[in-house]
T-cell receptor, first 117, second 112 residues
Framework: ETGVTQTPRHLVMGMTNKKSLKCEQH?????MYWYKQSAKKPLELMFV???????ENNSVPSRFSPECPNSSHLFLHLHTLQPEDSALYLC????????????????FGPGTRLTVT | GENVEQHPSTLSVQEGDSAVIKCTYS??????FPWYKQELGKRPQLIID?????GEKKDQRIAVTLNKTAKHFSLHITETQPEDSAVYFC???????????FGGGTRLMVKP
């Protein structure tokens, strides 16, 4: 596998279920991101991990819980979701150089289409 | 925090015509401005980017201009082709952390 992969590609869950989304990057990057894409807000940053430390939590409800066990893997744990959480969840990765500052291409995965019933 | 506005939300052009998409940003510290293209059912992919120390950048039929004083940047596509049809997103990030704030997207339709 090359680039950024995500599993599952499609997920249907009830509001009382617990599920997890998985992202893996094969690019040797040191930062990973979760985005939510919906008709209402096309590309909304949720979480950022840099060197496996969470550096941004963009006012995301606690029913979304990220985990970054190493620089290649990122998870999004889901529990007691609401129907309005139905969306495409995109993972991305990039290289970040802390001395030089930001400004590096983010590579996106194919996304997980989540439907909450 | 940063706020990025993008216009128009939809744009329809005839094949061969030019297309221009405009974005404004709010944080004067932003220094990196990428443009992503997302075809239907596919992931967003970077098509061009510009940094704040440059006013213009061109790559074949695609160009981006940046006006730091006015805090706006634009994407220009010349000689449009049907395969240019997609949703285009602009974004901005400040130096720390490479965190992108995206605009609302522009759906470009190129009619053959």
């Amino acid at each position: 596998e090359t680039g950024v992969t995500q599993t599952p590609r499609h997920l249907v869950m009830g509001m009382t279920n617990k599920k997890s989304l998985k992202c893996e990057q094969h690019l040797g990057h040191n930062a990973m991101y979760w985005y939510k894409q919906s008709a209402k807000k096309p590309l909304e940053l949720m979480f950022v991990y840099s060197l496996e430390e969470r550096v941004e939590n963009n006012s995301v409800p606690s029913r979304f819980s990220p985990e970054c066990p190493n620089s290649s893997h990122l998870f999004l744990h889901l529990h007691t979701l609401q129907p309005e959480d139905s969306a495409l969840y995109l993972c991305a990765s990039s290289q970040v150089h802390f001395i030089a500052g930001g400004g590096y291409e983010q590579y996106f995965g194919p996304g997980t289409r989540l439907t909450v019933t | 925090g940063e706020n990025v506005e993008q216009h128009p939300s939809t744009l329809s052009v005839q094949e061969g015509d030019s297309a221009v998409i405009k974005c404004t940003y709010s944080d004067s510290a932003s220094n990196y401005f990428p443009w992503y293209k997302q075809e239907l059912g596919k992931r967003p992919q970077l098509i061009i980017d510009i940094r704040s120390n440059v006013g213009e950048k061109k790559d074949q039929r695609i160009a981006v201009t940046l006006n730091k004083t006015a805090k706006h940047f634009s994407l220009h596509i010349t000689e449009t082709q049907p395969e240019d049809s997609a949703v285009y997103f602009c974004a901005a990030s400040v130096p720390l952390g490479n965190m992108l704030t995206f605009g609302g997207g522009t759906r470009l339709m190129v009619k053959p």
